[in-house]
């Protein structure tokens, strides 16, 4: 029984779909608006009809609920209605393992992840809050100035640089640029046409040190989703399957311990999760062939790659370069879409899409024969997670 | 070395006790200017930031004690994007992660005392200032932090 106790190659992804993506409150669809559109989109990417979705996963407390969309859309029935908790957007992976955990059990047969972002029309991620008193845990940080998420995480960066000489700015650097470079071919992406420079990032205003604006997520309004079939059906949809071979998520021991108490302070939290990633997929780190690394800060990628096993505390520096990052020559093509940083900041969802057409062939910065492409979500927060696709040949 | 109260310019938002009384002895505390750490009643264990249960035996007798006001940095952040207004005419400011291996090497975060351009060291040794805001409609007290002057 053991062995059956894997999600790999049991679920394929069959279809991907985006609104246009639009800079933080230009968006002039509703949030429900924009997640429709994008159900609709991979609907149509997979040649199934909406009314055909009988599950609906997502996570970050997305706020268009499954009974409403299965409502507007007419699905016949309604057999999966999921939200990971916890983990802002570090859950993009784990609604994808969810999702798959149901179509594998036979709970629910077409699947749709989605995520829908209009930060114009809710409230925004990069703002400290308006009251005059904070009471409970947040009176112990906000008084002093610990409001936004990058205040919240820059000491694990300048901890980490700290204890290991291997790893430094120049690594998040390399992360930073290669995003952009790739959101270049990627017309999609909200800085397409805005190419970063070195330069341009090494005189960029400092937010929180250790991180530049560059280091740093933008703030979008949109929408994505992606449809998930059973893996023996995967073949009869229009576009190559990317099969699931491993997707999880999860914490470290009391990782959400208050006020900056966590056991393991420098970590991005997947050193537990990453094993079991790669023994559920049968792949090493070595077989991946592209990786897409969820930024909310380019310091959560450089742990996040090093816990991943793509590089070491002592060669993080050498190994997460410019040259190394980018597609389609370079060793470790990272966050070709153009990611959080540059192609859209939709909570990482847009990664899990790349993910998905580098194993179709499909991206505009293409790694050739790409049969594995790795992805995690959301570095840092509780609990994070990861997923592993892989073309048909890796089954 | 300016070590001008408060670090952070007027208008942040302030700090209260918890309605559900989880952290008054804490507050009540640092109005005295003391410093008072969670510990666990049946097993000693340090605790914070303050929860109902210990995390190590799971016992709910919840005490409290008053640690020497001292700490080490172990980690920091120099904080130069205002997220709130009230930041704007205050940045950049240093928020250190403090250590207190006297409590079991819990960390408390707090400001650091001075000026926002200043060195900040991690592992360098530093103590609690009480930052008093008499005039909130609720007084509370901060805990800051100031470099220990090197002492050989």
Known sequence: MANDRTLRGKVAVVGVGETTYYKRGQAEDQEFVLVLKAILAACEDAGISPKQLDGFAS????????????AALDTAELRFSNMQWGGGGGGGSGA?????????????????????????????????????????EPAHTIPYGVMSPAQIYAMRATRLFHDHPGVSEASQKAVALAS?????????????????????Y????????????????????????????????????????????AAMSGSPRRSQAKVHNQPDYVTSSFKELAPRLFD???????????????????????????????????????ILTYENLIAPDGKLPLNTSGGNLAECYMHGLELQLEAVRQIQGRS??????????????????TPVSSAIFGSENTL | MSDTLPVLPAGMPGAAPDRSGLDIPFWEGTRSHELWIQRCNDCGGWQWGPEWICHRCHGFEMDWEQVESTGRIYSWMRVW?????????????????????????????????????QTVEIGAKVEAVFEDHDDAEEPYTLVQWKPTEPKD
């Open chain 1, 59 to 70: 996570f970050s407390n997305d706020r268009n609920e499954p009974p409403r969309l299965a």
């Open chain 1, 96 to 136: 994808v393992a969810n999702a798959s955990a149901a179509i594998a059990s036979g709970i629910a047969d077409y699947v749709v992840v989605y995520r829908g972002l209009a930060q114009g029309q809710f409230g925004r991620f990069g703002q400290g809050p308006r009251r005059p008193a904070v009471r409970g």
């Open chain 1, 180 to 200: 952009y470079h790739h959101a270049q071919s990627n017309p999609r992406a909200v800085m397409h046409g805005r190419p970063l420079s070195g330069e341009d």
């Open chain 1, 202 to 245: 090494d005189e960029s205003r400092w937010i929180v040190e250790p991180w530049r604006l560059f280091d740093c997520c933008q703030e979008n309004d949109g929408a994505a989703a992606m449809v998930l079939a059973p893996g023996d059906q995967a073949k009869d949809f229009p576009h190559p399957p990317a099969y699931v071979l």
């Open chain 1, 280 to 318: 559920m997929a049968q792949v090493t780190p070595d077989d991946v062939d592209v990786i897409q690394s969820y930024e909310n800060f380019t310091g959560g990628v450089v742990m996040a790659l090093i816990e991943h096993g793509f590089a070491t505390y002592d060669n993080a520096d050498e």
């Open chain 1, 364 to 381: 505009t910065a293409q790694v050739a024969d790409a049969n594995v492409s790795f992805v995690n979500s959301g570095p840092m927060v």
């Open chain 2, 81 to 117: 994007h205002p997220v709130h207004p009230a930041m704007s005419d205050g940045v950049p400011f240093n928020v250190v992660l403090v250590e207190l291996p006297q409590a079991g090497g819990v960390r408390m975060i707090g400001n650091l005392v001075g000026e926002g351009t």
